[in-house]
């Protein structure tokens, strides 16, 4: 089975209308939920029993998230989806969005039923304008139609749902640096704790879910935590989005079941492009470690399966790379983009990214020295887990995984001042 | 179960040595209050935590990775090693991510000796680096005429912008920019606009952000440091005068937690560089042709002797009178008073720009009411004509904490000031006496008057007061708030109808239940009280048989001879030229560091005073702290300190009394009258009486005082009035 979470409506001519999707049971669950006052905590323990493990890439339990919320406390509390969809290798948050905003809108309504949140704010990467045209014209739909504002459908319950345009920074995927973001402060990461949950955005408890993780939710639902979990496997419920990219003949988003071999997925994507050989693939987008072709071909897209490998599920972010693939090239490739993408704030991260993005760039170029392979990893090592965010472990991840499978490339480019593969791009 | 006083205990380890601290502390302030260093740059005690620099990375048990000693609250059980290996090799790391874009520059860099950089890379810095890339180079940026800037320094540890945004109340400061392209700088280019800017100088733990007067002119290690007392407001904040080779280089805080906290203002940090222009470096006595000409101290005193000895042959006592800086010191108060009344005047006066002396004797020593800390605590605070952040940054400072606390601020003045802090309810009103009897008449209203006798003059027919919608928001969160104080700043002080209005604020504290808290002029006026240097009464506050004319009489009816001590006459007293030049007429003896307009016009004797670090002294703050200090120079050339110069007029003069050897013995003469235990005034407020009318309710109220202007010192500090004129446009904002 496939495509029957987020992407279950897709297939409907303007999948994005309000219309296709009621069509399809669209707002039902909401409605039931409002009309037969079922209590927070019941679909808290519905959605705990799915074990959706939150999508945007740390795998977090999404019902045991809600249940951390100070439900009771007074005052504001909100709800963030994050759709700063900014992992290179990534876009599946961006199809949700074009495709079918309704059922995030509707996750995110019932999100805020749950944890008592009466505004809720989609933070929308600064690139997707069409996305965020989709979004907000669902919003406007959904507002029409009584579902969305204060007391929807004759219910008593209020809730108010923005979207905010991102500024084309990386590092506001970090949930709170995107909250600053949102707030109109520099997208910096804030030091946790305190941790949203008590002081989130304006300093009020807040939840941050993925775009995708809160688009399950009505599906959830509506079709029960079992039937979800069932999806899936016991450590992690339900189909998974997977954006395979790179060396594949069908590059795209594919949803499957949680578990899938590689191989499957693989050939889903019509399998590595014609006449070349699977060289090496990124499993999780380009912070996870790289993971030799040979190796991820007996790995199996979950959690666990990739940990053992050596990697990391992450956001499902595939890429595929065949033999023409020149390692060091890519790794300078991705340090130059953390380099980029830094905020700047603590020393490992602001100092060292732009050290391995000079020192990746001169192996590449030719002018390496012996010495930079364990230059590269000792700083890569040193960015490691002494950083406020995980922005510094991510760009030290695939240097340190580039370095493990690889050396042998970025010391012929030191030893021969070439690529040791013969590129066709 | 633990019981209540153990659950406020937590036991730790830091470095196998067990320490019982109070829950809700971080592992850095546990750290530095036991004695163990740990590296930091982004922490300092006054700030909020950023936990950017990673310099404090501690290894905790059970942790997976190094934690930031300054955001990581200890625990119970919590078992911290700083000097692990682990913990070695993650500060030693963060010690060379630091260095790969600093600039080797120490040589030439001001910070070189006091750097925490340069310090720490001692001992976990490497001897040679592995960055083989080119350095950053970063643009400087203009803060203007106090702070220099050398950007490719910075190591963005963004204490500069906390303290904007947290201390100095303007978020002027930030970081631009992405990755180790960020740049900390003010978004707009501008100067910095906060008065308590030169902090960040302070603040900096590297050559980044540097004094710009002080610029390549010593070597920390160089300077001597003297402890002092800041002449420019009533705040007495503590400050380090430090000297090279006999001459003043700098001037920098001194940390006292229940004054300045660990700040100054730029005033009191930049005034010394006004300190030695156009000095009086030597007597001076007026010839038969009208010139001044240098002469000695012997012949100069002996001129001043003669002519008062003439004087009051032939006019009596009172023909003689006597005004002084308010930032003069106690122990110049004092003699100054004593050496007047000696000659039999009570003509003495320090109050320069007070124009109501209405209340006269009954007007008791203006002060605070509350602690400069207690500021901290109110809930509700009511301004009454002040640009309090101008007049007193540091008690604005405190003001302003509270808000953050959650205070309301309440205000009545006669422009839209702009405050640093949030004001609930703002009154402009160019007449300050109706506003207030508004407020007055509302808490009268609700029966709050008690035995205050101020029905009549409120409800008198002919003054007409309105009681407006906002009389009513500053009565309501003055009676609501819990702890709530009314605050008189300079610009009530100065109103042609003073004393009507401190009776009013009294009267609204006593009917509000608010403590009533005034400041005045100058470092020193509750000093000038406590010490005699006013018309009613001698030191200790004894009644003199016949009272004396205050400023304002000495000003309008010019005593036969006068006593101008460290007073710039033409800027310092109220009123204009023409009044003030006929205190000219008389027999004038200028005590004073500076060459001035009246001075050189009309002084008949001209003495050079010790100028500002060059002598000893005790200040009483506003809130009747009285804190001394020592001389960190030699006066200049043959300026002598103010109790020296008197002592000697005294002897010269035969008075009695005179035969003081040291400032000390001064003070402790002084003390001793004023019955002053533990180094500090208590509160006087019950010399108080209803007012009988509310005097010209139509006296419109005086403007504040321009930026940099306050006193002589301040005036002749260039650093000080380019930045004025940059922040103002060289216009008078006012």
């Given at each position: 089975m496939a495509n029957q979470v987020c992407f279950r409506n897709n297939h409907l001519e303007n999948s994005w209308s309000l219309s296709a999707y009621q069509s399809n049971g669209g707002y039902e669950v909401l409605k039931k939920i409002l009309s037969e006052k079922l209590t927070p905590e019941e679909l808290i323990?519905?959605?705990?029993?799915?074990?959706?493990?939150?999508?945007?890439?740390?795998?977090?339990?999404?019902?045991?998230?809600?249940?951390?919320?100070?439900?009771?406390?007074?005052?504001?509390?909100?709800?963030?989806?994050?759709?700063?969809?900014?992992?290179?290798?990534?876009?599946?948050?961006?199809?949700?969005?074009?495709?079918?905003?309704?059922?995030?809108?509707?996750?995110?309504?019932?999100?805020?039923?749950?944890?008592?949140?009466?505004?809720?704010?989609?933070?929308?990467?600064?690139?997707?304008?069409?996305?965020?045209?989709?979004?907000?014209?669902?919003?406007?739909?959904?507002?029409?139609?009584?579902?969305?504002?204060?007391?929807?459908?004759?219910?008593?319950?209020?809730?108010?749902?923005?979207?905010?345009?991102?500024?084309?920074?990386?590092?506001?995927?970090?949930?709170?640096?995107?909250?600053?973001?949102?707030?109109?402060?520099?997208?910096?990461?804030?030091?946790?704790?305190?941790?949203?949950?008590?002081?989130?955005?304006?300093?009020?408890p807040t939840t941050i879910n993925n775009t995708e993780s809160l688009a399950s939710i009505p599906v959830i639902l509506a079709k029960g935590g079992q039937w979800f979990l069932e999806q899936g496997l016991p450590s992690a419920g339900g189909e998974k989005l997977f954006s395979v990219s790179g060396h594949v003949n069908r590059p795209g988003n594919y949803e499957v079941p949680m578990g899938m071999p590689f191989s499957e997925l693989l050939?889903?994507?019509?399998?590595?492009?014609?006449?070349?050989?699977?060289?090496?693939?990124?499993?999780?987008?380009?912070?996870?470690?790289?993971?030799?072709?040979?190796?991820?071909?007996?790995?199996?897209?979950?959690?666990?399966?990739?940990?053992?490998?050596?990697?990391?599920?992450?956001?499902?972010?595939?890429?595929?790379?065949?033999?023409?693939?020149?390692?060091?090239?890519?790794?300078?490739?991705?340090?130059?983009?953390?380099?980029?993408?830094?905020?700047?704030?603590?020393?490992?991260?602001?100092?060292?990214?732009?050290?391995?993005?000079?020192?990746?760039?001169?192996?590449?170029?030719?002018?390496?020295?012996?010495?930079?392979?364990?230059?590269?990893?000792?700083?890569?090592?040193?960015?490691?887990?002494?950083?406020?965010?995980?922005?510094?472990?991510?760009?030290?991840?695939?240097?340190?995984?580039?370095?493990?499978?690889?050396?042998?490339?970025?010391?012929?480019?030191?030893?021969?001042k070439k690529c040791m593969v013969e590129s066709d791009w | 179960m633990e019981s209540s006083a153990e659950q406020n205990i937590v036991n730790i380890e830091i470095n196998d040595i067990s320490l019982q601290v109070e829950p809700g502390q971080m592992l850095i302030e546990v750290a530095d209050a036991n004695g163990v260093a740990i590296p930091r740059f982004c922490y300092h005690k006054k700030l909020s935590t950023s936990a950017n620099c990673r310099m404090c990375l501690v290894e905790v048990e059970k942790a997976p990775k190094m934690l930031p000693a300054c955001a990581t609250q200890v625990m119970n059980g919590m078992k911290v090693w700083t000097k692990s290996p682990k913990a070695i090799a993650a500060q030693k790391s963060v010690m060379e991510f630091l260095l790969i874009n600093h600039p080797l520059d120490c040589p030439v860099c001001d910070q070189g000796g006091e750097c925490d950089l340069q310090d720490i890379a001692m001992g976990y810095g490497g001897d040679q680096t592995r960055y083989q890339e080119r350095r950053r180079i970063v643009k400087d940026k203009d803060y203007g005429a106090?702070?220099?800037?050398?950007?490719?320094?910075?190591?963005?540890?963004?204490?500069?912008?906390?303290?904007?945004?947290?201390?100095?109340?303007?978020?002027?400061?930030?970081?631009?920019?992405?990755?180790?392209?960020?740049?900390?700088?003010?978004?707009?280019?501008?100067?910095?606009?906060?008065?308590?800017?030169?902090?960040?100088?302070?603040?900096c733990p590297v050559g980044a952000l540097l004094s710009k007067p002080f610029l390549y002119s010593a070597r920390a290690w160089e300077l001597q440091s003297y402890l002092s007392i800041a002449p420019h407001d009533a705040v007495g904040s503590n400050i380090k005068i430090q000297t090279r080779n006999g001459k003043i280089m700098r001037v920098v805080p001194a940390d006292n937690e229940e004054v300045n906290e660990s700040w100054i203002s730029d005033r009191d940090r930049f005034s010394y560089l006004g300190a030695n222009e156009s000095r009086v470096t030597s007597p001076m006595v007026r010839n038969s042709s009208g010139n001044l000409v240098e002469t000695n101290w012997q012949a100069a005193l002996d001129t001043v002797i003669k002519s008062f000895t003439e004087i009051i042959a032939t006019d009596g006592g009172s023909a003689v009178g006597a005004i002084a800086s308010p930032s003069s010191s106690v122990e110049e108060f004092y003699l100054?008073?004593?050496?007047?009344?000696?000659?039999?005047?009570?003509?003495?006066?320090?109050?320069?720009?007070?124009?109501?002396?209405?209340?006269?004797?009954?007007?008791?020593?203006?002060?605070?009411?509350?602690?400069?800390?207690?500021?901290?605590?109110?809930?509700?605070?009511?301004?009454?004509?002040?640009?309090?952040?101008?007049?007193?940054?540091?008690?604005?400072?405190?003001?302003?904490?509270?808000?953050?606390?959650?205070?309301?601020?309440?205000?009545?003045?006669?422009?839209?000031?702009?405050?640093?802090?949030?004001?609930?309810?703002?009154?402009?009103?160019?007449?300050?006496?109706p506003a207030l009897a508004g407020v007055a008449k509302e808490?009268?209203?609700?029966?709050?008057?008690?035995?205050?006798?101020?029905?009549?003059?409120?409800?008198?027919?002919?003054?007409?007061?309105?009681?407006?919608?906002?009389?009513?928001?500053?009565?309501?969160?003055?009676?609501?708030?819990?702890?709530?104080?009314?605050?008189?700043?300079?610009?009530?002080?100065?109103?042609?109808?003073?004393?009507?209005?401190?009776?009013?604020?009294?009267?609204?504290?006593?009917?509000?239940?608010?403590?009533?808290?005034?400041?005045?002029?100058?470092?020193?006026?509750?000093?000038?009280?406590?010490?005699?240097?006013?018309?009613?009464?001698?030191?200790?506050?004894?009644?003199?048989?016949?009272?004396?004319?205050?400023?304002?009489?000495?000003?309008?009816?010019?005593?036969?001879?006068?006593?101008?001590?460290?007073?710039?006459?033409?800027?310092?007293?109220?009123?204009?030229?023409?009044?003030?030049?006929?205190?000219?007429?008389?027999?004038?003896?200028?005590?004073t560091p500076f060459m001035d307009r009246l001075t050189y016009e009309h002084a008949d004797v001209v003495l050079p005073l010790a100028g500002f670090g060059e002598s000893s002294g005790t200040f009483v703050n506003a809130e009747g702290r009285w804190q001394s200090f020592s001389g960190a120079v030699k006066p200049l050339g043959e300026a002598r300190p103010g109790w020296k110069i008197l002592r000697v007029l005294g002897s010269s003069a035969e008075l009695q009394g005179f035969e003081l050897d040291s400032s000390e013995q001064v003070l402790n003469e002084v003390k001793?009258?004023?019955?002053?235990?533990?180094?500090?005034?208590?509160?006087?407020?019950?010399?108080?009486?209803?007012?009988?009318?509310?005097?010209?309710?139509?006296?419109?109220?005086?403007?504040?005082?321009?930026l940099y202007e306050v006193d002589a010192v301040v005036r002749r500090s260039a650093p000080l009035q380019e930045q004025a004129k940059k922040l103002t446009g060289g216009v008078d904002d006012v």
């Open positions: 323990e519905d959605i705990k029993l799915s074990n959706l493990r939150g999508r945007g890439g740390a795998g977090f339990p999404t019902g045991l998230k809600w249940s951390f919320m100070p439900r009771t406390v007074d005052g504001q509390k909100y709800i963030v989806c994050n759709s700063d969809e900014g992992e290179p290798g990534t876009c599946k948050d961006r199809d949700i969005l074009r495709y079918n905003p309704h059922q995030l809108i509707e996750g995110m309504i019932i999100a805020g039923y749950c944890i008592d949140a009466s505004v809720g704010y989609n933070y929308i990467r600064g690139e997707f304008w069409e996305p965020y045209a989709r979004f907000e014209a669902a919003l406007e739909e959904a507002r029409a139609a009584g579902l969305l504002g204060d007391d929807i459908l004759g219910s008593g319950f209020n809730f108010q749902l923005h979207s905010h345009l991102g500024a084309g920074a990386y590092v506001c995927g970090e949930e709170t640096a995107l909250l600053n973001s949102i707030e109109g402060k520099k997208g910096q990461p804030r030091f946790k704790p305190p941790f949203p949950a008590g002081f989130g955005l304006y300093g009020r050939e889903m994507a019509g399998g590595v492009r014609d006449g070349h050989q699977l060289k090496a693939v990124i499993p999780g987008g380009s912070s996870t470690p790289v993971v030799p072709g040979e190796q991820m071909m007996d790995v199996n897209m979950d959690y666990d399966s990739i940990a053992s490998a050596g990697s990391m599920l992450g956001a499902g972010s595939v890429i595929v790379m065949d033999e023409t693939t020149c390692m060091p090239r890519v790794l300078t490739r991705l340090a130059y983009f953390y380099y980029e993408e830094s905020c700047g704030q603590c020393t490992p991260c602001r100092e060292g990214t732009g050290w391995l993005s000079r020192v990746t760039q001169r192996i590449e170029d030719g002018v390496g020295v012996a010495a930079d392979i364990e230059l590269l990893d000792s700083v890569a090592g040193n960015i490691e887990g002494t950083t406020i965010c995980a922005l510094g472990d991510a760009a030290a991840m695939p240097v340190r995984s580039f370095l493990k499978h690889y050396r042998d490339e970025f010391q012929y480019h030191i030893d021969h | 106090l702070v220099s800037t050398e950007m490719s320094r910075c190591i963005h540890c963004t204490r500069c912008v906390r303290f904007g945004e947290e201390v100095g109340g303007i978020a002027e400061i930030g970081g631009t920019g992405r990755g180790d392209h960020m740049e900390i700088g003010t978004y707009v280019q501008k100067s910095l606009s906060s008065e308590l800017s030169g902090n960040i100088i302070d603040l100054l008073q004593k050496f007047m009344r000696g000659l039999g005047s009570n003509n003495i006066d320090f109050r320069l720009q007070q124009q109501d002396f209405s209340a006269g004797a009954e007007q008791s020593a203006p002060k605070l009411e509350l602690s400069l800390q207690e500021i901290e605590t109110q809930n509700s605070i009511f301004i009454i004509g002040s640009d309090i952040q101008r007049e007193q940054p540091l008690l604005s400072h405190r003001v302003r904490k509270a808000t953050l606390a959650g205070a309301v601020v309440s205000t009545i003045n006669p422009k839209t000031i702009e405050f640093n802090f949030a004001i609930s309810t703002s009154v402009k009103t160019d007449k300050l006496t808490l009268l209203s609700r029966g709050l008057g008690g035995d205050l006798n101020l029905e009549q003059l409120l409800t008198d027919g002919a003054v007409n007061i309105a009681v407006e919608a906002e009389h009513k928001e500053i009565a309501d969160s003055l009676v609501n708030g819990e702890n709530s104080m009314v605050l008189l700043g300079a610009l009530a002080y100065r109103d042609q109808n003073q004393s009507r209005i401190y009776s009013l604020a009294t009267a609204i504290s006593k009917m509000s239940n608010s403590s009533l808290n005034i400041v005045t002029e100058g470092a020193n006026a509750l000093g000038g009280v406590l010490a005699g240097a006013v018309p009613y009464h001698s030191a200790g506050k004894v009644e003199v048989s016949e009272c004396g004319v205050d400023v304002a009489e000495m000003i309008s009816n010019p005593p036969k001879g006068v006593v101008l001590f460290g007073v710039e006459a033409d800027k310092d007293l109220a009123g204009d030229d023409s009044a003030i030049d006929s205190l000219g007429s008389g027999f004038v003896v200028a005590i001793a009258l004023c019955d002053v235990t533990a180094d500090k005034s208590e509160p006087e407020i019950s010399n108080w009486s209803a007012p009988t009318d509310l005097g010209n309710i139509e006296a419109e109220m005086v403007k504040p005082i321009p």
